[in-house]
């Protein structure tokens, strides 16, 4: 047994396998490696895929989870527009928003499990029930449009009823109860409103018709707030409940997706592992066999292959008999021995074959001094070389040409013309292929190195020289100096060179066309509108190029520039570009003529002016746009300001309402009194009974009594005096002088009415004899919102504070008035952006962001002066204005924008 083995591995050294034989067993191995590693590859990439797959899947879900969440906000931001402003939001729209969600989820519920759809279904269930609230709630907003729209004229009505009642009593009682009234709803208290309205309707009215008016204006009260509180009532328990629980299941969603994508993570990245390590023990198995099968490759090969190798050098060292290594080899390593022994066999003979040529070249060489002659007096350089390159004669003018003073020199110095002579030694390959092939070359142009290193152009014209087997001995040939020739062909290549680098980088249609409308010059841009190279544009015509995707464009200009020689100057043209879209272009096309003025080429450049066209009519819409925009922002604005000054004469018409209730209650009670001592006076008089005590008793009552109703009546009419000028002023537009002092009085008559209940103290401080001829009612209007703006804005809380004014001249034209509280004052922020329209700190309470808006465009617009704002946070608040004593007279309607401006 040891025996065969030892036989079997004998045989197996001894056995001799081809190169093939051992390159493809090795490549095979490895290529079962390499297929073991691929298929477990395969296996963790179709898991890896799915894994992925899955992830992308809860992506997807995850996604539309935040579409369906992102949808309800919208959903629910509408309902709430519908809920609180139905004319800025239709209800179509809040349906449509509805419907396209419903769609959402349904296809949500096609790409989600089956334990996520139950999630998906319970938020469909929560969106019925969202849109049966909203249309119910869209059902009573007819309603209660109608009753709002009914409102005005009863509260009118109401109003002219309470009026004309003589019973002051029962008119201040329905008075105060419409003020309760209008105190709930702007404090959005509908059960309040609902309660003053039934407390009024519950107040017995002697007159039928005041009966009437007041229970109808009591009884759409009540109405309007059952319906404001059936509305609140579905937006709390049905739009706020439902939208939270769907919001609440839409997290639910996210989170299940977010679980399982963890899960698959983990799993990701185990198999991730398991693959790399997998990868690992593969790929070293197969280095592990790629170098032992290399080790076994190298040995049967490389080994005898650096043998033949070493016996090769041998032989390029002129060791002609040196033997060749492994030719007993069957094998390609056998071939290349017995091919290389045939090599050495062929130098053998080869060598012999050269000395003999050598000598036939030294016998020709002795038979050409009989016509060197000939050529040394020629101007053309003539040379005679081998075929190797080595220069057996050349002349004298070949010589001076290539900067040698003899031929001998020449003959020196260029011993291997293909390195010494030509500066590209593969023009010397080119050449002698030439030779060989055809005899002979004519023209042969190639560059060559003179003999200080300057380069010049040769022509080179020569025959190839055989011998009487055909074999190739010599060349002999002639050479011309071309270099000025072929500096002049640079120059003009050059030029032309740079012209089309210039023209192709111009953004523009650059062309140049023959007197046949043929072109001759285009530029890559313009090559790009025809969808052609430019060099195929050549030589045709317009009408060729554009043919050939469908379009077409005249010829009429360029021939009316043949026509009248002249350039047609700027025009604007359009046509279709290879694409199929309308370009719009900027054209000029100018003759070049000859220096006989007659007509040789057309240029034309064109610039794309597409954008430049979509740019203006853009803005031209957009201008449009802007515009209309601007004046129904204006005409908006103005309706504002108007509405907010007829809501503070209203406010000041409460206040002072209330002022002139105490003078005038006062005097009626008085007069009562006075009226029953009379009775009295005239019944004692009647019976008789009269004494003096009785009559001067009577008589110090009745100037007692007449004393109080003068001094309450005055303080009534001077309250009334001071409301009718305030009013007045207001209504009336026109500039009139007035005194500053008085007039500042007055306001703050009618403002002090609202001290007592907001527990504030006003002082005013007025310099005497300040004149103006401006504008009261605007300046009225000022102090008026600067006042209310400090009661609603820096005592928020209530606590007591106190407002300033003063006025006083701030040189001879102006006046100055510093308006100043001690409330809470304001932030960086709110003081900013204090005077722009329709900002405010208490929208929720009522307010619209006009008050300090109006006070910025009377001072700076109507009265013509300027005014300053500092505030600090916790240090009040102060305004400085500087009026002009004569406001001017044309009163310009710009926005506030660019007042400020």
Known sequence: MPNAISAFIQSVRSRTLSIRQMTFGSFLLLLTIITMTSVGSVVAIRHIDNTFGELQRLQIVGDLAEEIERRMSELRFAARQVVSEPSAQPAGKVFEAASALTELLKKTRLEIDADQQEMIDGVTARLGNYRDGLERITALMPRRAEMIASVPPLRDAFEAVVTGLRDRTLAAALHGEHSKIAAALLSRDLPGAGEAARRMRAIPIPDPAAATAVRDYADVIISTTAVEQEIATLDRNVLGSEGRLIARVTELLRDVSARRGRVLSRDLARTLTEDKWQSIVLGS????????????????????????????????????????????????????????????????????????????????????????????GSIDGIYVTTPEGALLNANPALARMMGYETPADLMRGAADIAGNIYVEPSKRDEYRELMERDGMVREFEYQARKRNGEVLWLSDSASAIRDETGTVVRYEGAVRDITDQKRAETAVAEGRRLLQQVIDTVPAVINVKDTELRYLLMNRYMATIFGVDPRDAIGRTTADLMSRYGSHKTDANDKKVLATGEGLGFYEEEYRDVSGAMRQWLVNKMPLKDAEGRIERIVTVALDIGERKRGELEMRQAKDAAEAALRNLRETQQSLIEAEKLAALGRLVAGVAHEVNNPV???????????????????????????????????????????????????????????????????????????????????????????????????????????????????????????????????????????????????????????????????????????????????DQGGTGLGLHIVYSIVTNRLGGRLELVSEPGNGTRIQMILPRAAPREVDDAPVASARA
Not at 697 to 720: G, H, W
């Open 285 to 376: 198995a197969g280095v592990l066999v790629g170098l032992m099968a290399a080790a076994f490759v190298v040995r049967r090969t490389v080994g005898p292959l650096t043998a033949i190798t070493a016996a090769i050098r041998s032989l390029a060292a002129g060791q002609q008999y040196t033997a060749i290594p492994a030719t007993d080899l069957k094998n390609e390593i056998g071939d290349i021995a017995r091919a290389a022994e045939v090599f050495r066999r062929t130098l053998v003979e080869a060598d012999t074959a050269r000395e003999a040529a050598v000598r036939a070249l030294a016998e020709q060489r002795l038979a050409e001094e009989s016509y060197r002659k000939l050529f040394e």
């Open 665 to 843: 209650g006062i005097s009626l009670t008085v007069a009562s009194a006075l009226d029953r001592k009379a009775a009295v006076f005239v019944a004692e008089v009647e019976r008789g009974e009269l004494k003096r005590s009785r009559l001067n008793e009577f008589l110090s009552s009745t100037r007692d009594a007449s004393a109080q109703l003068v001094a309450n009546l005055n303080r009534a009419a001077e309250l009334i005096q001071s409301f009718k000028q305030v009013a007045a002023d207001r209504n009336y537009s026109d500039q009139r002088i007035f005194d500053l002092g008085d007039l500042t009085e007055q306001v703050v008559m009618s403002l002090r009415p609202g001290l007592r209940k907001q527990n504030l103290t006003l002082n005013v401080q007025c310099e005497p004899g300040l004149a103006m001829n401006s504008y009261p009612g605007p300046y009225g209007q000022v102090l008026t919102n600067l006042f209310l703006n400090s009661v609603a804005h820096a005592f928020p809380d209530g606590r007591p504070g106190t407002v300033e004014i003063v006025v006083r001249a701030a040189g001879p034209n102006a006046v100055e008035i510093l308006y100043s509280d001690d409330g809470c004052g304001m932030s960086l922020d709110v003081r900013r952006r204090a005077f722009d329209p329709f900002f405010t700190t208490r929208r």
